[in-house]
């Protein structure tokens, strides 16, 4: 008889379970799987999920130093907006390169019900004084952002990405001047 041999080692012995973890084990265990149901909410939380109060904001990757490439405003990828929602708070769009943002106060304010971040604009103005005609400012303007849609207090406005010549024609407009745009598709 070999009582000498370990189980495994050709035994009929019965193999018995190893006892019960210790406190240790059942920690890391525990430990292991609260960061995994961690990470699985982060990565799958809605886009429009604000993180909350007093949290300690994200960390940004910093842009690259020296000259920004040349582009239009037309060079801007398109932004799909989700269509089952109507977030107008935390949508705005990063500035694109070789453009400037102008804040525009539209001569009417319910056009901006129609507007979202990510839509291309034609901005007209009607000069206060002079002739009553229209002028196009800018053509295919970016929406970065609408602020106040809602608001009635006249505080409302569009901030747009325009080309430096489209935003000292939009800025050099007389006192007065009414401004509209055209939404385009």
């Given at each position: 008889?070999?009582?000498?041999?370990?189980?495994?080692?050709?035994?009929?012995?019965?193999?018995?379970?190893?006892?019960?973890?210790?406190?240790?084990?059942?920690?890391?265990?525990?430990?292991?799987?609260?960061?995994?149901?961690?990470?699985?909410t982060v990565l799958y939380a809605p886009p429009g999920c604000d993180p909350a109060p007093?949290?300690?904001?994200?960390?940004?990757?910093?842009?690259?130093?020296?000259?920004?490439?040349?582009?239009?405003?037309?060079?801007?990828?398109?932004?799909?907006?989700?269509?089952?929602?109507?977030?107008?708070?935390?949508?705005?769009?990063?500035?694109?390169?070789?453009?400037?943002?102008?804040?525009?106060?539209?001569?009417?304010?319910?056009?901006?019900?129609?507007?979202?971040?990510?839509?291309?604009?034609?901005?007209?103005?009607?000069?206060?004084?002079?002739?009553?005609?229209?002028?196009?400012?800018?053509?295919?303007?970016?929406?970065?952002?609408?602020?106040?849609?809602?608001?009635?207090?006249?505080?409302?406005?569009?901030?747009l990405a325009l080309a430096p010549p489209q935003a000292e024609r939009v800025v050099g407009?007389?006192?007065?001047?009414?401004?509209?745009?055209?939404?385009?598709?």
């Amino acid at each position: 008889m070999g009582f000498g041999r370990t189980v495994g080692e050709r035994s009929l012995r019965p193999v018995r379970w190893p006892g019960r973890p210790g406190a240790g084990p059942l920690l890391r265990a525990g430990l292991v799987a609260t960061l995994l149901g961690l990470a699985a909410t982060v990565l799958y939380a809605p886009p429009g999920c604000d993180p909350a109060p007093g949290a300690a904001p994200a960390a940004t990757a910093s842009a690259p130093t020296g000259p920004a490439p040349a582009s239009s405003p037309d060079d801007a990828p398109p932004v799909v907006a989700d269509a089952g929602t109507d977030d107008r708070t935390g949508g705005a769009l990063p500035l694109p390169g070789g453009t400037v943002g102008v804040p525009v106060r539209l001569a009417e304010p319910a056009a901006l019900a129609v507007v979202r971040p990510g839509s291309r604009v034609d901005l007209l103005a009607l000069p206060a004084a002079g002739p009553a005609t229209t002028v196009l400012l800018a053509s295919r303007a970016l929406v970065l952002d609408v602020v106040g849609a809602g608001d009635l207090d006249g505080s409302s406005a569009l901030y747009l990405a325009l080309a430096p010549p489209q935003a000292e024609r939009v800025v050099g407009q007389p006192e007065g001047s009414r401004f509209a745009v055209i939404v385009r598709g």
